[in-house]
């Protein structure tokens, strides 16, 4: 969340809700005004989510079920768009959901292996500015975009 540099009333997509954490905190920095989306593929785990982030007060955050390395384009543009499981490489709909100055996280490499954390800036024209910020491991990010199933 840090490298992302989120500020109150940014529009932000987390991809992989799990149990509602993170977006709970990435609530706590943007608020209400911008918005925070979570999107996430497997059923339970986005009710399960839901319900955690209802029950702590934040039921305004959306969760949504679907394919999160296609990204939300029913919001989009984004602000900031959050990963939180490891992709081969940046998913394509992702950074063309960035709004211009758009800043996208995301663990890149091998699954069940060393990652590297990912911090990708939109630039005026469309093109990618890419910072690599060190080592990680997450799960593996399963969908069009990801890793097969």
Not at 30 to 48: C, H, P, T, Y
Not at 70 to 78: D, L, N, T, V
Not at 124 to 138: Q, V
Request: glycine letters at 14%; a neutral charge; aromatic letters at 8%.
């Amino acid at each position: 969340m840090e490298s992302l540099d989120l500020k109150t009333e940014q529009k932000v997509l987390e991809v992989g809700t799990g149990s509602g954490y993170n977006a709970a905190l990435i609530a706590e920095v943007v608020g209400q005004k911008g918005g925070v989306f979570s999107i996430e593929r497997v059923d339970e785990l986005a009710e399960f989510g839901r319900a955690n982030l209802k029950r702590t007060g934040y039921g305004w955050v959306q969760v949504v079920v679907g394919d999160g390395t296609r990204g939300y384009e029913k919001e989009a543009p984004w602000d900031r768009i959050l990963v939180t499981a490891c992709a081969p490489e940046l998913p394509k709909p992702l950074v063309e959901q960035m709004k211009i100055s758009g800043k996208l996280g995301a663990p890149v490499g091998q699954h069940y292996m060393f990652q590297t954390w990912i911090v990708a800036e939109k630039c005026d024209k469309g093109e990618l500015k890419i910072e690599e910020r060190g080592g990680c491991s997450f799960v593996p990010l399963v969908g069009k975009y990801g890793w097969k199933t």
